[in-house]
């Protein structure tokens, strides 16, 4: 069945529970590798059919802040192309800082928010406004930083 034709199928019958959730996550993706597309496609498992996949991208400025003044690789525009075109991902935001962040995770009000495990004991930005937390654990050690030799 086509994504669309299950959101058409829960309209119609709206006291059947909808069996697809919304997950959320955000990070540089300034230098995609394998251990992106491993979270991003743990991120469709996690949504389910007609789920939504959304991933939020720092600003360039934001990146600069974080990172240093030798990055981003790649600017915002072309990242956001980049995570468009990966089949897992359903739309691209882009955020500027924290509360800008947060008021994105509020918006979107996710069923799940999907993390790397690097932060589990960590402050998670907009955490209360999802309904769970999974954490992914770093594929094979890789970075974007380890990979451009920050």
Do not use: C
């Not at 829960?10 to 697809?20: L, R």
């Not at 996949?53 to 974080?66: A, H, W, Y």
């Amino acid at each position: 069945m086509h994504p669309s034709d299950h959101l058409k199928y829960f309209a119609e019958h709206p006291h059947i529970k909808q069996q697809f959730k919304t997950v959320w996550l955000n990070g540089t993706f300034d230098v995609l590798h394998a251990g992106h597309i491993k979270l991003f496609r743990e991120a469709r498992k996690l949504s389910g059919p007609g789920g939504r996949v959304i991933v939020g991208t720092d600003s360039d400025e934001r990146i600069r802040e974080l990172k240093g003044s030798n990055r981003p690789i790649n600017n915002l525009f072309d990242r956001i192309d980049f995570l468009r075109a990966i089949k897992y991902i359903d739309d691209v935001v882009a955020f500027s800082s924290a509360s800008n962040l947060e008021s994105l995770i509020q918006r979107y009000s996710p069923d799940i928010l999907l993390i790397g495990d690097d932060y589990k004991g960590k402050p998670i930005v907009g955490a209360q406004y999802a309904k769970e937390i999974v954490y992914f654990p770093r594929y094979g050690g890789l970075s974007s930083s380890g990979i451009v030799g920050k």
